[in-house]
């Protein structure tokens, strides 16, 4: 698990507190646009970033729920800075950051599909401390850090533990785009895809939850934001998995991304993924 040594006892319970303040408020703002026909929907797509198609959408939703993030954190949490995907960076005083994805997988959402969710992280200068997945449609919620690793949903309260060591040819690995970025990384994707058990698509921030689940194996992305990964990483890790970058560094600023179940999956993912310049 995430050590809560860089958190005072008392913050860690006003952080754990306010991110399910959070949570319940983006909720909140999202549901009500959930499965609307003709959801308002603005196009953010900039030529030669890495996105599907040219079409990067934003809807109301989005906004609406990191508006309601931000003004709880306004009143609860002042002197902490926000960094947000619809309305970026708010320096802070504390050397604490909120990171926002209001909804990860804005296409899901607008298809009608139940696997974007949104993603809050606390995190300091070493990284995420605390993190929350919550899924608003299903009602699942995966928190990870500062001495938690659990989830609650339907089915009621459960802890989170990821798989452990796995050979390739038995794993299961999800990504959300079937290109997985620029053309060599794709086919860097491939070589692994084709030595798995079971490759999935399309899951957005759900793949990395059901990760902490022991559901699956590996989650593997590229041209991903701090804000895309930050809650993932706390979530993972506190469930016993491993979150790096292509070639094993830090994954808290985004890029490639390689998720593991355990140390081998880890190992096997790399030794192809550390190729690609």
């Known amino acids: 698990m ?10 860690a319970r ?4 306010v991110a399910h303040c959070l949570a319940d408020a983006a909720r909140a703002a999202i549901l009500p646009h ?19 198609g040219r079409f990067d959408p934003v809807t109301v939703a989005d906004r609406a729920a990191e508006r309601a993030m931000r003004d709880i954190l306004t009143r609860r949490r002042p002197d902490d800075g926000v960094l947000g995907e619809e309305f970026g960076n708010t320096d802070g005083a504390s050397g604490l950051t909120w990171v926002l994805d209001p909804i990860d997988g804005t296409r899901g959402f607008i298809a009608g599909t139940p696997t974007w969710g949104v993603l809050i992280a606390a995190a300091d200068p070493v990284g995420p401390v605390y993190g929350l997945i919550d899924q608003p449609y299903i009602a699942e919620r995966f928190e990870g850090g500062l001495g938690r690793a659990r989830m609650s949903g339907p089915m009621g309260l459960r802890t989170l533990k990821t798989r452990g060591d796995r050979a390739l040819n038995a794993a299961t690995v999800m990504t959300t785009f079937p290109a997985v970025g620029t053309p060599a990384e794709g086919a860097a994707f491939a070589r692994i895809a084709n030595q798995a058990r079971i490759v999935r698509y399309g899951c957005d921030c759900y793949a990395y939850a059901l990760l902490a689940m022991g559901q699956v194996d590996l989650v593997i992305e590229a ?10 990483i706390a979530v993972i890790e ?28 880890h190992d096997a993912a790399l030794e192809i993924l550390a190729r690609v310049d």
């Open 34 to 52: 959930f499965r609307v026909t003709d959801v308002a929907t603005e196009n953010k797509f900039v030529p030669g970033a890495l996105s599907e």
């Open 14 to 17: 006003d952080i754990i507190d």
């Open 238 to 265: 506190a469930a016993g998995g491993i979150v790096t970058d292509w070639r094993g560094g830090p994954a808290t600023a985004g890029g490639r991304i390689v998720a593991a179940a355990g140390q081998m999956q």
């Open 223 to 232: 041209g991903l934001n701090a804000y895309d990964i930050c809650a993932p």
């Open 2 to 11: 995430i050590s809560t040594d860089r958190t005072r006892p008392d913050d």
